[in-house]
Antibody, heavy 121, light 110 residues
Framework: QVQLVESGGGVVQPGRSLRLSCAASRFTFSNHAMYWVRQAPGKGLEWVAVLSPDGINKYYSDSVKGRFSISRDNPKNTVFLQLNSLRAEDTAVYFC??????????????WGQGTPVTVSS | QSVLTQPPSASGTPGQRVTISCSGSRVNIGSNTVNWYQQFPGTAPKLLIDSSDQRPSGVPDRFSGSKSGTSASLAISGLQAEDEADYYCAAWDDSRNGWEFGGGTKLTVL
């Protein structure tokens, strides 16, 4: 069974940084786009970023562009999300998700359990 | 304000058929496929429908999706108590160059 396990969340002060990791297993990681999606407390889902299988094509939501960075290590089956200049409104559970296919245009199928990020002084 | 518009709530009685709509525009639903996700409180979302009308393996055939023009719909037939959850539509937006989720619809089984 496909598995995605996020880690790296926690409580951080505004303006600081955090790096989230998502370890993938039981599928050919290098064949899939990878996504990060977040959900603020009591709110809906918000797409954050997506990365192509080769790590070249990256897209970000306007709310995180210039502050967050997505990357991947295919030999280690891991995708990362670097969160810089964090703001209170970045507080959310961050989900990692596998792309349905190689293309970034078809969305996500399998999701991890999420890792919580709280930005507070 | 979400680019994709869903009703905030929907309801039905057991056995009924319920439809949840997702309204977009030419640059998202009008040009790309739509996915639907089901989410129970405190858990990760689950893919219900991909490519607008395709049901992944393991999803009951009570769930179906359709798309017409700039709108999409999720239909649940033979409603069951266990279907009470939040439902989200999602599509790629060509103008924003990114993914958009609908605001979500909370389904209540009366």
């Amino acid at each position: 069974q496909v598995q995605l396990v996020e880690s790296g969340g926690g409580v951080v002060q505004p303006g600081r940084s955090l790096r989230l990791s998502c370890a993938a297993s039981r599928f050919t990681f290098s064949n899939h786009a990878m996504y990060w999606v977040r959900q603020a407390p009591g709110k809906g889902l918000e797409w954050v970023a997506v990365l192509s299988p080769d790590g070249i094509n990256k897209y970000y939501s306007d709310s995180v562009k210039g502050r967050f960075s997505i990357s991947r290590d295919n030999p280690k089956n891991t995708v990362f999300l670097q969160l810089n200049s964090l703001r209170a409104e970045d507080t959310a559970v961050y989900f990692c998700a596998r792309g349905l296919v190689r293309s970034v245009y078809y969305g996500m199928d399998v999701w991890g359990q999420g890792t919580p990020v709280t930005v507070s002084s | 304000q979400s680019v994709l518009t869903q009703p905030p709530s929907a309801s039905g009685t057991p056995g009924q058929r319920v439809t949840i709509s997702c309204s977009g525009s030419r640059v998202n639903i009008g040009s790309n496929t739509v996915n639907w996700y089901q989410q129970f409180p405190g858990t990760a979302p689950k893919l219900l429908i991909d490519s607008s009308d395709q049901r992944p393996s393991g999803v009951p055939d009570r769930f179906s999706g359709s798309k017409s023009g700039t709108s999409a719909s999720l239909a649940i037939s033979g409603l069951q108590a266990e279907d009470e959850a939040d439902y989200y539509c999602a599509a790629w937006d060509d103008s924003r160059n990114g993914w958009e989720f609908g605001g979500g619809t909370k389904l209540t089984v009366l």
